[in-house]
C-alpha cells in the first residue's frame, strides 16, 4: 500500500519505520526542515521494538505536504491534535476523493478535519478515521532513531462518516492487526486514554515538575493520583454509557491491574515496559500535549459529551477548571467540545446521525458555520 505519514512527532517515526518494514512504500512529510534532519539525504529510520525492528528505508522524506500524498491510498496522521486545523489547511489543495485519512489518535479530530476541509473549499476524502489511542508507546531517541517498546493491543478506530467504516476499516486492518472496530469517531474519541491519565499526572505532580525532570508514569503515579484518575475514568464511562456505546470500554484499569491487562488498551506488561525503558523521564512543561491535547481539547471533549448525555462530571469540570486557572484561559465549552463544533444545538440523536451521515446529514451545512 502506499502511505503518507504526515508528521515528524515520535509517533510519525514509529509508523513510519514500522510500515515500511512490513512491505509498504512509505513518505514521510514534515512541517520543518529541522525535523526532518539527515532523512532530507537518506530516508533510512531505525526503529528499536519488540516485534518488527530495524532499518526502515521509506520512499521519500519531504517538507512538501504535496508531494508525500500525491498517489497515496492512506494519509496517517500521528500529529497532535492541536495541529489538525492547520493540517487541513495544508492538506486542502491536495486530498482527493481517493484517499483515506486516518488520526493516531484524534480527540474527535477526524470531524474537525472534515469540517475544516469543507470549509476551505477542497475536495472531501473517501473517509477520514480516527484511533482512539496511540499504536505505539514511543519516543524518539536519535535524529533518525526511533524506540517503541509497546505496541497497542487493541486499537479502537471510528470512522467519519461511520457509514463508510466497512472499507476504511478493511485498509487499516492490514496496516494495524490490532484494529478493533467503533460504532463512530465520537465512541473511539471517548476511548481515549490520554485525557483521562495525563491531566491527573501533570496537576499532582506540578511540583516536582517544576523542579526539573520526572518520570510521571513512574514515581509519579502515587495512590492518590490513581485515586482522581479512576474518578475520571469512571465519568468517561458513565459517558459513554449515556450515549449508548457498547464495551469494551477500555477501563483505565485494565492499564495498571495485571489481571484485567489482557483487555486493555496496550496489552499485558504495557506498563512495566514503559517505566523499564526510562524513555518517559522528560522535562514536562504545561506547553506538553498532556496539558495543551489532553487537558485543553480531550478533557473539554468529555464535559461537553456529557453534559448531552446528561451525566455528571465533577472531576473533570474541576481539571478543566484548575488547568484554566494555570493557562489563564477559559476551557469549558472551548478546544474540541461538541457546541465549539458546531454541534451544541443539535440532540444526541441529529449528532449520531450526523456521524454516521457525514457530509450528506441534512444538517452538515448547518455545521460549517
Same mark, same amino acid.
Given at each position: 500500500?502506499?502511505?503518507?505519514?504526515?508528521?515528524?512527532?515520535?509517533?510519525?517515526?514509529?509508523?513510519?519505520?514500522?510500515?515500511?518494514?512490513?512491505?509498504?512504500?512509505?513518505?514521510?512529510?514534515?512541517?520543518?526542515?529541522?525535523?526532518?534532519?539527515?532523512?532530507?539525504?537518506?530516508?533510512?529510520?531505525?526503529?528499536?521494538?519488540?516485534?518488527?525492528?530495524?532499518?526502515?528505508?521509506?520512499?521519500?522524506?519531504?517538507?512538501?505536504?504535496?508531494?508525500?500524498v500525491r498517489g497515496a491510498e492512506v494519509l496517517i496522521v500521528p500529529l497532535p491534535a492541536t495541529t489538525h486545523e492547520d493540517l487541513a489547511r495544508r492538506l486542502a489543495p491536495h486530498v482527493t476523493d481517493r484517499h483515506t485519512v486516518l488520526l493516531t489518535p484524534g480527540t474527535f479530530g477526524s470531524f474537525v478535519l472534515a469540517r475544516e476541509l469543507a470549509r476551505a473549499g477542497a475536495t472531501l476524502p473517501q473517509a477520514v478515521a480516527e484511533t482512539g489511542t496511540l499504536p505505539y508507546l514511543t519516543r524518539k531517541t536519535g535524529p533518525a532513531v526511533v524506540v517503541a517498546p509497546v505496541r497497542a493491543a487493541n486499537l479502537p478506530i471510528g470512522v467519519f462518516p461511520a457509514a463508510r467504516r466497512e472499507a476504511a476499516l478493511a485498509?487499516?486492518?492490514?496496516?494495524?492487526?490490532?484494529?478493533?472496530?467503533?460504532?463512530?469517531?465520537?465512541?473511539?474519541?471517548?476511548?481515549?486514554?490520554?485525557?483521562?491519565?495525563?491531566?491527573?499526572?501533570? *496537576? +499532582?505532580?506540578?511540583?516536582?515538575?517544576?523542579? @526539573? !525532570?520526572?518520570?510521571?508514569?513512574?514515581?509519579?503515579?502515587?495512590? =492518590?493520583? /490513581?485515586?482522581?484518575?479512576?474518578?475520571?475514568?469512571?465519568?468517561?464511562?458513565?459517558?459513554?454509557?449515556?450515549?449508548?456505546?457498547?464495551?469494551?470500554?477500555?477501563?483505565?484499569?485494565?492499564?495498571?491491574?495485571?489481571?484485567?491487562?489482557?483487555?486493555?488498551?496496550?496489552?499485558?506488561?504495557?506498563?512495566?515496559?514503559?517505566?523499564?525503558?526510562?524513555?518517559?523521564?522528560?522535562?514536562?512543561?504545561?506547553?506538553?500535549?498532556?496539558?495543551?491535547?489532553?487537558?485543553?481539547?480531550?478533557?473539554?471533549?468529555?464535559?461537553?459529551?456529557?453534559?448531552?448525555?446528561?451525566?455528571?462530571?465533577?472531576?473533570?469540570?474541576?481539571?478543566?477548571?484548575?488547568?484554566?486557572? *494555570? +493557562?489563564?484561559?477559559?476551557?469549558?465549552?472551548? @478546544? !474540541?467540545?461538541?457546541?465549539?463544533?458546531?454541534?451544541?444545538?443539535? =440532540?444526541? /440523536?441529529?449528532?449520531?446521525?450526523?456521524?454516521?451521515?457525514?457530509?450528506?446529514?441534512?444538517?452538515?451545512?448547518?455545521?460549517?458555520?
Amino acid at each position: 500500500m502506499i502511505l503518507a505519514i504526515l508528521g515528524g512527532s515520535n509517533g510519525g517515526f514509529a509508523a513510519a519505520a514500522d510500515l515500511a518494514l512490513a512491505g509498504h512504500h512509505v513518505r514521510l512529510w514534515t512541517r520543518t526542515e529541522p525535523t526532518l534532519g539527515p532523512l532530507r539525504d537518506d530516508p533510512t529510520i531505525r526503529l528499536v521494538a519488540e516485534g518488527r525492528h530495524g532499518s526502515a528505508r521509506l520512499e521519500r522524506a519531504t517538507t512538501d505536504i504535496g508531494e508525500a500524498v500525491r498517489g497515496a491510498e492512506v494519509l496517517i496522521v500521528p500529529l497532535p491534535a492541536t495541529t489538525h486545523e492547520d493540517l487541513a489547511r495544508r492538506l486542502a489543495p491536495h486530498v482527493t476523493d481517493r484517499h483515506t485519512v486516518l488520526l493516531t489518535p484524534g480527540t474527535f479530530g477526524s470531524f474537525v478535519l472534515a469540517r475544516e476541509l469543507a470549509r476551505a473549499g477542497a475536495t472531501l476524502p473517501q473517509a477520514v478515521a480516527e484511533t482512539g489511542t496511540l499504536p505505539y508507546l514511543t519516543r524518539k531517541t536519535g535524529p533518525a532513531v526511533v524506540v517503541a517498546p509497546v505496541r497497542a493491543a487493541n486499537l479502537p478506530i471510528g470512522v467519519f462518516p461511520a457509514a463508510r467504516r466497512e472499507a476504511a476499516l478493511a485498509r487499516f486492518a492490514e496496516l494495524f492487526p490490532a484494529v478493533r472496530p467503533c460504532t463512530d469517531v465520537l465512541d473511539a474519541a471517548l476511548t481515549n486514554a490520554g485525557p483521562v491519565i495525563h491531566p491527573p499526572l501533570v *496537576l +499532582l505532580n506540578a511540583g516536582a515538575i517544576d523542579a @526539573g !525532570r520526572l518520570d510521571v508514569h513512574a514515581t509519579g503515579t502515587t495512590p =492518590s493520583v /490513581r485515586r482522581l484518575i479512576d474518578v475520571v475514568d469512571a465519568e468517561r464511562l458513565a459517558t459513554r454509557r449515556g450515549w449508548g456505546y457498547p464495551a469494551p470500554h477500555y477501563e483505565l484499569a485494565t492499564y495498571y491491574e495485571a489481571a484485567r491487562a489482557v483487555e486493555g488498551l496496550y496489552g499485558a506488561g504495557a506498563r512495566e515496559k514503559l517505566v523499564a525503558s526510562g524513555l518517559w523521564n522528560e522535562t514536562l512543561t504545561f506547553e506538553h500535549r498532556y496539558v495543551t491535547e489532553d487537558a485543553a481539547l480531550g478533557l473539554a471533549l468529555f464535559e461537553s459529551a456529557a453534559r448531552a448525555a446528561g451525566t455528571a462530571t465533577p472531576a473533570t469540570t474541576g481539571l478543566l477548571l484548575l488547568f484554566g486557572a *494555570l +493557562l489563564g484561559r477559559e476551557l469549558s465549552g472551548g @478546544g !474540541r467540545a461538541l457546541e465549539a463544533q458546531g454541534l451544541g444545538d443539535l =440532540s444526541r /440523536r441529529e449528532i449520531r446521525a450526523i456521524l454516521d451521515e457525514g457530509w450528506r446529514s441534512a444538517v452538515w451545512t448547518r455545521v460549517l458555520r
